[in-house]
Each structure stands twice: as C-alpha cells, then as structure tokens.
C-alpha cells in the first residue's frame, strides 16, 4: 500500500487546526466536518487515535496510526482492534499489539505475553506455595473487561483437573499481565439472614461450607476499576427453598427432594431458581487488586466487601451482560448499568450503601450492606441515540442527532456537535475523541489545547498592508522548528515541570518541551510523545521494561510486581 507523506501532513493539520474553539462557558462547541472514511476508530489520550479507512484520494484505505501529527500506517494491521491495558490496541486476529505511546508494535503480542504471565506464575508460586500442592493445573476463564483502557486482569482456576467440571479442589485467582495475583477464593465476608432474621457472618467460602443449609451455586467475575475486581455470586439456602415450596407446591418440594437424594444439585438449583428464588440471595463483591497477607503462602486480597444487590435482579443482568446488551461501570460508590435497546438508551444507578431492612423479617430491623437503586436518577431513560461510548474515567457519551452528550449529576449534557449524518463516535476523554459517518465520508475530532495549531490569520494593521501573521496566545503554541513551547498569561515562556489538565510536562530552559528520558534532581523520568509524564510500566525503544513510580520517578534496585530492577532500572530478565 502507497502512504503519501506530504497528504498525511497536510491532512493532520487540516484536523489540528479545526477542533477546540474558544466558546463561552456551558455552552455547545461546534466541531468542523472533515473529510475523510473513517470505517471505525479508537480514540486515545491528546488528540491520538487510531483509524481504518482514509482521509485523501492519496492515502490507500488502510489501518492508521494517527500521533497528534500526521498518520502513520500500522503495517499488517487489517481489522480494528480492541483496547488493551492503558496504552494499547490489540490487534488479536492479526497477532499484533500496537503501542499508542510509542507509536509502534510491540514485539510480544497478547498471546506471547500471557504464555510468559501464566509460567511465571507456576515457577514462583503454584510451585512453591502450600495452597496449590495438590493443585498443579492452571486454567484460564477469560480475560476481565474487555476494550477498555485498565490494568488488564485475567481470571484463572488453580485446580486438580485440567477439566473443571471433573476438578474436585480448586481456587480462584486473578493474574494481572504485570504478574501481580490475588487469590480470590478464601475471603467472603458476607452478611447473611436466613428465613427467621438470623445473621450469619460468612466471613469465609469455608465458613459456606461449613453450614450444611447454604452454598455457592453461581459465581461470575465482570468489572474492573483502577483498583478492585467485581464479582457477583448467589447463595442458595436449601432450608429456606423446603420451607417456600412446602407452603406454596408440594409436588415442587417432592421433585427437589428427589434431586437431592440422586445428588443431582444442577437441577435442584435450576427448580429453585424457577420455583423459589427467594431461597437465592446475591451479593456483589468488591475485592481488591491489592494484595494482603498470605493463605498458605499464597496472597489474598487486602479487602473483600460485599453488597447485597437487593433492588438489582442481579441474575438477569449477568445474562444481559453476556449477551451485551448492556454496559456496567462503577464509579465511586456507584455502579450504572447502562442498557441499550433499538437506538435507545436507559441508565440506571445503584449506590452502594448500609440500611437498616425492615421489609425482609416481620418486626426485625437487619443491618445490610446493599446495591439500593437511586430512584430520582431516572433522567435517562428510552432515551435516543446512534452511538455511545464510555471514556477512561468511566463517563457515559452519546451521540445522537448531532449531539455528542455527557452524563452530568444525572442528564445528558451537550458538550459538542457535529454534523447531524454522524452516527459513530470513540471517546478516550472530554477533549479526546472523535466522531464519523462512513458513507457520507465526514468525520469530526476534538483534541487538547496543545494539539492546537494556531491558523495563519489574514490580519489589517493601519498604516500597513495586510500580511499573514501568527498569533502567539496565551498556552501551548508550536514554534516553526516543530517543537512546543507553553506561554504564561505575562508573555514569558514556561520553563521547568508544568501541570495542565491534570498531565504533567517538562520544559527544558528554552522553554521547549521535551520527550523521551530526561534527569531532574537526580532522578530520571520518561515523557511520552505527547509530553506527557509517564507512570508505571514503559517498555524502552531498546526493548527493557522500566517502572515509573506515580511520580514519575523510575525506579531502580528495588523489586514492583514481583519483577526485579537493576541499577539502572532495567528489569532483570
């Protein structure tokens, strides 16, 4: 495939220079209609993203990597990906994982990385920690929350089968691609009520193993947040489903005898669930990604905390899960579920909180932790929409007739529009994203002030002729040498460490941002190609891992995640 450079160039400024209009406060900004086929897209953090499809009659259909500057071409790459981690896309069925901050592939592709994940979890831990001795088989159930930019987590059993379904022994573990696990089959901590308001504290799986009335008969991890896993599971108590169908149907209570005696607890638990789900309580479960102390000489999570998911039919939502067809994201203390149906969208919010139920026991007030629906967020619902997507910081977007709106305390607030044919959007945050209608070949980006390149401006002088100037404004401005400076509001240029919008740069004392490694009172920090501050791992051009702390500092003769750095901050392979 030919790649017109000079097209590319031409084409990126006509995008840097048409996206983040001064506007006055709350108001709607209106995005430029670019021309361009964009079949679809993934937006990434300051104005970067990465598109399948064209923007000019020199430019071959083709995967590009749009770098805040021009488009380059992702080679090999011939259908989208899905985001990886923080600063990937992951190219599966092409086996290749591209690297949004360097601009380039990676030499590993997933399933490279999770081959070398899964062995060294076996060499240091299975193999060494008391808990597995008599389970040596390492099976993996999926990968957790799927296209979004996290950490990336996968679920595994540790078992004494290779098949599940034979596995007599087994233990749930969360393996993150960094090598960091939790094993998420001991800690429970549950507070349980059985048909007369009596609690029971079920601070364990063995404490549910240990009551001969109740057990686990579901379990499904879906969601992640930047530092805990959530899982829902049911607890099913057999002496609450005699008592139900022995009021309500005997020949209901005769049948599930009948499965009990022949041990066959599939369908006992399918005939409670249709006959006597009451008998069944689920609890979602937050359980850190920190790792506490050690089981066995394998590490638990620091924190489990359970809710009762009380207003939420917490079954049904795990199949609508699956089925995708709907959403769910946690923020805070809440979790929205967001369900999609015949170009409409409903959002429905659950806060997780302690009550006092008066309802489930006559005359006893039960302390609960819970899911409780918020009643008066009911702004959205059956609303319209063509797309919608949701950010890195878990906002809701949509788009529908030429509004790319944000779920704001509750509403859908317009923050930009578009031409009205656009019906696909990717938005990485409020000023990244971009929006696109393939067949009317139209697209629309929006891009942080720094990618802004100030417009050449025909401008009268009296006394003078007209001429082309540029305007030196207040904020970043790109000088003719290509490299950025940042103007302060007196006129003089930044120099040093800057803060804006929330990202840290540095300026060396020119005034010109820099990129790459740079040393600043004797520690060393990595700036992306945006300029922006690093954090956490970064593989190097040389092809060395290297850790930067929240900082930005690197780190060095010390070990993260269980990986040992040298000297230099290498990691010690």
Same mark, same amino acid.
């Given at each position: 495939m030919k790649f017109n450079k000079l097209m590319s160039l031409l084409m990126g400024a006509a995008v840097i220079s048409s996206v983040v209009p001064t506007t006055t406060a709350n108001a709607a900004i209106k995005l430029q209609a670019l021309e361009g086929t964009i079949y679809d897209a993934k937006a990434f953090k300051d104005g970067v993203y990465v598109f399948d499809g064209y923007k000019g009659e020199e430019q071959d259909s083709a995967m590009y990597f749009f770098n805040g500057k021009e488009d380059v071409e992702i080679e090999d790459a011939e259908t989208m990906g899905s985001k990886y981690g923080m600063n990937y896309i992951n190219f599966k069925d092409d086996e290749i994982l591209f690297n949004l901050v360097t601009g380039q592939a990676e030499e590993d592709d997933e399933e490279t990385r999770v081959s070398m994940m899964e062995n060294k979890f076996r060499s240091s831990v299975i193999k060494k920690a008391d808990r597995y001795e008599n389970t040596p088989y390492l099976i993996q159930v999926?990968?957790?929350?799927? #296209?979004?930019?996290?950490?990336?987590?996968?679920?595994?059993?540790?078992? *004494?089968?290779d098949d599940l379904d034979d596995a007599a022994e087994k233990y749930t573990?969360?393996?993150?691609?960094?090598?960091?696990?939790?094993?998420?089959?001991?800690?429970?901590?549950?507070?349980?009520?059985?048909?007369?308001?009596?609690?029971?504290?079920?601070?364990?799986? !063995?404490?549910?193993?240990?009551?001969?009335?109740?057990?686990?008969?579901?379990?499904?991890?879906?969601?992640? &947040?930047?530092?805990?896993?959530y899982k829902v599971i049911a607890l099913l108590d057999m002496e609450k489903a005699l008592y139900i169908l022995g009021k309500e149907d005997k020949s209901k209570l005769e049948e599930l005898y009948g499965y009990i005696a022949s041990k066959d607890m599939e369908s006992a638990t399918n005939l409670i669930l249709k006959d006597s789900p009451e008998a069944i309580t689920t609890y979602a479960l937050k359980v850190s990604m920190e790792q506490g102390e050690k089981e066995d000489g394998a590490y638990i999570p620091k924190s489990v905390t359970s809710y009762e998911t +009380?207003?939420? /039919?917490?079954?049904?939502?795990?199949?609508?899960?699956?089925?995708?067809?709907?959403?769910?994201?946690?923020?805070?203390?809440?979790?929205?579920?967001?369900?999609?149906?015949? &170009?409409?969208?409903?959002?429905?919010?659950?806060?997780?909180?302690?009550?006092?139920?008066?309802?489930?026991?006559?005359?006893?007030?039960?302390?609960?932790?819970?899911?409780?629906?918020?009643?008066?967020?009911?702004?959205?619902?059956?609303?319209?929409? =063509?797309?919608?997507?949701?950010?890195?910081?878990?906002?809701?977007?949509?788009?529908?007739?030429?509004?790319?709106?944000?779920?704001?305390?509750?509403?859908?607030?317009?923050?930009?529009?578009?031409?009205?044919?656009?019906?696909?959007?990717?938005?990485?945050? !409020?000023?990244?994203?971009?929006?696109?209608?393939?067949?009317?070949?139209?697209?629309?980006?929006?891009?942080?002030?720094?990618?802004?390149?100030?417009?050449?401006?025909?401008?009268?002088v009296e006394g003078?002729?007209?001429? #082309?100037?540029? =305007?030196?404004?207040?904020?970043? *401005?790109?000088?003719?040498?290509?490299?950025?400076?940042?103007?302060?509001?007196?006129?003089?240029?930044?120099?040093?460490?800057?803060?804006? /919008?929330?990202?840290?740069? +540095?300026? *060396?004392?020119?005034?010109?941002?820099?990129?790459?490694?740079?040393?600043?009172?004797?520690?060393w920090y990595y700036l992306d190609i945006s300029g922006a501050m690093h954090t956490g791992w970064l593989k190097d051009t040389n092809g060395k891992w290297y850790y930067l702390y929240n900082n930005g500092a690197m780190a060095y003769n010390t070990v993260i995640d269980g990986y040992t750095l040298d000297a230099s901050g290498a990691w010690i392979q």
């Open positions: 999926g990968k957790i929350a799927e #296209d979004i930019f996290s950490g990336v987590w996968y679920e595994y059993v540790v078992a *004494n089968s573990v969360y393996l993150s691609d960094s090598g960091k696990y939790v094993d998420a089959s001991e800690t429970l901590n549950v507070v349980y009520y059985d048909k007369d308001g009596n609690k029971i504290n079920l601070d364990t799986y !063995e404490d549910v193993k240990k009551n001969k009335n109740l057990s686990v008969v579901k379990e499904e991890t879906l969601l992640i &947040d930047a530092e805990n896993i +009380y207003d939420l /039919n917490a079954l049904e939502t795990i199949e609508d899960y699956r089925a995708n067809k709907l959403t769910a994201r946690v923020s805070g203390n809440s979790l929205y579920i967001i369900k999609t149906e015949d &170009d409409s969208v409903t959002v429905d919010r659950y806060i997780m909180k302690k009550i006092k139920d008066k309802d489930s026991v006559e005359g006893k007030s039960l302390d609960k932790r819970v899911l409780e629906l918020d009643e008066d967020f009911d702004d959205v619902q059956n609303e319209d929409m =063509q797309d919608y997507d949701i950010d890195v910081q878990g906002n809701l977007w949509v788009l529908n007739k030429g509004k790319v709106q944000k779920l704001e305390n509750g509403k859908l607030e317009t923050k930009y529009t578009v031409d009205r044919t656009m019906d696909n959007l990717s938005v990485f945050a !409020e000023n990244s994203m971009i929006i696109w209608n393939t067949d009317n070949e139209v697209y629309s980006v929006v891009a942080p002030q720094k990618a802004v390149e100030e417009e050449k401006t025909e401008e009268s003078t002729e007209s001429k #082309d100037e540029v =305007q030196t404004v207040a904020g970043w *401005n790109k000088n003719s040498d290509g490299t950025w400076s940042y103007t302060k509001v007196d006129g003089t240029k930044a120099n040093g460490w800057l803060m804006d /919008n929330n990202t840290w740069y +540095y300026l *060396n004392s020119e005034g010109v941002m820099q990129t790459g490694w740079i040393k600043d009172k004797e520690q």
